[in-house]
């Protein structure tokens, strides 16, 4: 069974930082799949924050570009979501997601609160 594990998610006041982590599965971590973050927070639909495509270029919400970078590591197969400069509305549960031909792939989530 593919697992994703979201941490680094956490309580922090406007204007604060926080760097999300996602260990990803040896076999799925393949520069040719689809690796991103997404959000939902409660009432919403689950919206994207940020993704690589298959080719390595990435792609940001406009609510959060400027603000986020997405990044991996190779060498411990982790996705993060670097964030800064939070907001209350980037409160939600972040989840990790991994697709690939066969599978789209999802972690349990991290919630991130942000608030005074």
């Known amino acids: 069974q593919v697992q994703l594990v979201e941490s680094g998610g956490g309580l922090v006041q406007p204007g604060g930082s926080l760097r999300l982590s996602c260990v990803v599965p040896q076999s799925l971590f393949s520069r040719h799949n689809i690796m991103g973050w997404y959000r939902q927070a409660p009432g919403k639909e689950r919206e994207l924050v940020a993704r690589f495509t298959s080719g390595g270029g990435t792609t940001y919400a406009d609510s959060v570009k400027g603000r986020s970078t997405i990044s991996r590591d190779t060498f411990t197969n982790t996705l993060y979501l670097q964030m800064n400069n939070l907001k209350p509305e980037d409160t939600a549960v972040y989840y990790c997601?991994?697709?690939?031909?066969?599978?789209?792939?999802w972690g349990r989530g991290t919630q991130v609160t942000v608030s005074l």
């Open positions: 997601n991994v697709q690939n031909s066969g599978s789209d792939n």
